[in-house]
């Protein structure tokens, strides 16, 4: 079911989502001050292409840096694209088909908010590890 639900996803607006967060991860590098945000967004963009069967965790090690880094995404591209995140899952649950597709949506939320100190992890991993 995962694969199905993937490959729907990746059809509808995965691929749209990854280029996305692709090319915004290529800016950040070429800025050398935001490469951090750069490394996000390619993980982000993975995870957009993908996302049924993966979850994110908080990383121990994350520090200090990353919750200034966060705070300085929240304010410069974290706030709109979980607006984004949000109006698109809420248009995906209109219909009965695309539920799952808008909570997927929804699911991305808390890493486009804020990505720093957070690994994406396949799912099976955190069941495991609980």
Known sequence: MRTLLNVIWLLL???WM????LVAGV???ILIITIPFGIASFRIAAYALWPFGRTTVPRRDAG??????NIIWIIFAGLWL???HITTGIA?????????LGIASFK????????????????DAVR???
Do not use: H, N
């Open 13 to 15: 607006c995965g691929l």
């Open 18 to 21: 990854a280029i996305g967060y």
């Open 27 to 29: 800016i950040c590098c």
């Open 64 to 69: 200090a840096g990353s919750l200034i880094g």
């Open 82 to 84: 979980a607006i984004g």
């Open 92 to 100: 995906m649950c209109i219909t009965i088909i695309g539920i799952p």
């Open 108 to 123: 991305m939320v808390p890493i486009s908010l804020m990505p720093l100190g957070v690994d994406i992890v396949p799912v």
């Open 128 to 130: 495991q590890a609980y």
